[in-house]
């Protein structure tokens, strides 16, 4: 941790560590890759230290930087489709793409919806697809439950 906070490109170290009261300390990432560089995908810490790698499955896990990858620089509120030749690209099924984000959307990590959309970058026909959004803030500020969940 040391390390961390001494190091980095500018000698003014990768993160921050504040005393928190009864919690340990509070990590703050100062240098972050640019938003718009490509393929980097940033995941944040709270995603360890507020214990949502705990309760997520693998399969959520894997769905969950999938989304990473495709709304990188992207806020909460613009969203994406995602083709089946775009999971066929991350190497998942369908159905293992729709368990991990029925995972993902039971802990509000992301959500949903249809609404009509360019079917690629190339054309302008709009058509109802699925779009999904991440919950980058809920995440952030919210702590993960205790258990993970049982989905049927």
Known sequence: MKALEKGGPDGNGWITRTPERGRGFKITVVHLPEPKRAPWITLPLELWSRGWINVMSARALYVYLCLRLVLAGKPDSEGSHVSTSDRRRFAVKDDTWQRGMKELEALK????????????????????????????????????????????
């Open 109 to 152: 990590l992301a959500r949903s919806e249809i609404t009509r959309v360019a079917e690629d970058r190339w054309t302008t026909d709009l058509r109802e697809r699925k779009v999904y959004y991440l919950n980058s803030e809920f995440l952030k500020v919210t702590d993960s439950p205790l258990e993970p969940l049982a989905l049927t």
